[in-house]
Every structure is written in C-alpha cells, then in structure tokens.
C-alpha cells in the first residue's frame, strides 16, 4: 500500500513525540534530545526516518539543522485514506449495481 | 500521572447510496467482500489474493499466506458491524471500522462508513507527560476536512 513509509514511521512512540515537538516549533536535533530520554544519534536516526517518510524537512541554519514538520505530511496519509475508503466503497456500490442488474431485465 | 481523556480525534467518514435494499446491501458486503473489495490496489498480499470474513475475522489469503486485517467486534445485521481494522499489521495496531446500513427509499441502501481510533495509534504508554499538545493538533490536520461527502 502506498503511504506504508508514513504509517510505518508513525507506528513508533520516539517518532509520534518528536512530531509532536515538531508541531510547536522547529527544533535542532540537540533541542528535541534535550527534551527526550534517548541520545542525540537516535533523535538523528528517527528524524531520517520521519524526513524519509515525507512528514518531516530540514533547513540549514548555519552550522545546524533545523527540522519542522513538513507542511503536506500527513495530508498525503489522510488523502490516502480516503482515497482508500473511495475506491472501496465506489467498486461496491459498482458491484451492487452490476448484481442487481443481473437476471432483470429492465425497461430502458 | 495517569492520563487525561484522550482527546477526542475527528473521525473519517465516507458514504456510498447503492441500488439495493437493506438485507441485500449487507449481504453483497459482506458475504461478497471477496468479489468486489479492489484488491489490486488496496489488499496486502496483491492482486492474485483472496479476501473473506472467517468468522470474526477478516482473512486475505494467498496460497499458505495469510493476512488478518481486523476482528469483528460487533454484528447487528442488517444494519451494520464494526471490526478492529489493521491490514498489514498486528492487532497491537488496530484503528476502528464501523459501516452502518440505512435504507434510502424502497430500492437503496445509504452505506456510512467511519474509521476512528487515530487516537490509539497516538497514545501507546499512559505513563507519558505533557501529552495533550502536540500529537492531537496533528491527528486534527490528519483527520480535517474529511467528514462525509458522498462518493
């Protein structure tokens, strides 16, 4: 299933707070392990995760990045949602109308 | 510090009128699941899979795989169920389906579906602090805008 990235990476607790930070404000990688209870290398790691996800980008600021969420992230897991419920719902509503057609023979 | 309720996240709802009645509309979905769920794009195990309620369950199969993609919780036909919903996952992933099933005149059925339980996916531990901020005002843009336009 497309989208699996997105929900993959919201599957783990460390990624949820640090998107949660995230939703404040931007951060550096120092500032969001300073408010964690795991080291700056797996603040880093996770954040690879959530960047390669879609959910999170970075920009340069000097000798730091700064990461914020990325502003379509979960837009594109929620338009796949409903596009997910769209597709099944119209090949039922397809098939509901191809059975009920059967063995009548309606008046055109 | 226990948590306070779980703030309540928007649910996504769609809905689809078909030209049937009632009892026939819950049966075709459920009991034909298999024939019109569009598997090709949106099963776990691909085109060539099966899918089929096995009693409570929800089952894909492929040859010896085999994919659970959620529980029955509650059956009340004709007019509905709701089921734990975790395609690709395990239980401990669950978010909630429920389709309810009301008639539209003689020769149509309204078919609502709602996915809730964002929320779980967002609160795994109870032990966490200074939590209502953020995630909810992210599971708020990731449920927005999504309530009920028909298909």
Known sequence: ?108 | MTHQATPVVAALQREVRVPCDLDTAFRLFTSHIGAWWPLATHGVLGEAASVAFEGDRLVERLGTEVAVWGEVLEHDPPYGFRMTWHPGHGPERATEVSVAFAPDGDDATVVTLTHTGWERLATPEATRENYAGGWTYVLGQFAAGVVRPSV
């Open chain 1, 1 to 108: 299933m497309s989208n699996q990235a997105a929900l993959d990476a919201l599957g783990d607790p460390s990624r949820r707070r640090i998107l949660e930070l995230l939703a404040d404000h931007p951060r550096s990688v120092g500032d969001l392990s300073s408010l964690m209870p795991i080291s700056r290398p797996a603040v880093s790691k996770h954040l690879k995760v959530l960047e390669g996800a879609g959910l999170v980008g970075h920009t340069s600021r000097g000798t730091r990045n700064l990461y914020a969420l990325a502003p379509d992230g979960l837009a594109g897991v929620q338009q796949w949602l409903v596009s997910t419920w769209d597709r099944a719902l119209t090949s039922f509503a397809e098939y509901v109308a191809g059975s009920t057609a059967i063995g009548r023979s309606e008046p055109s």
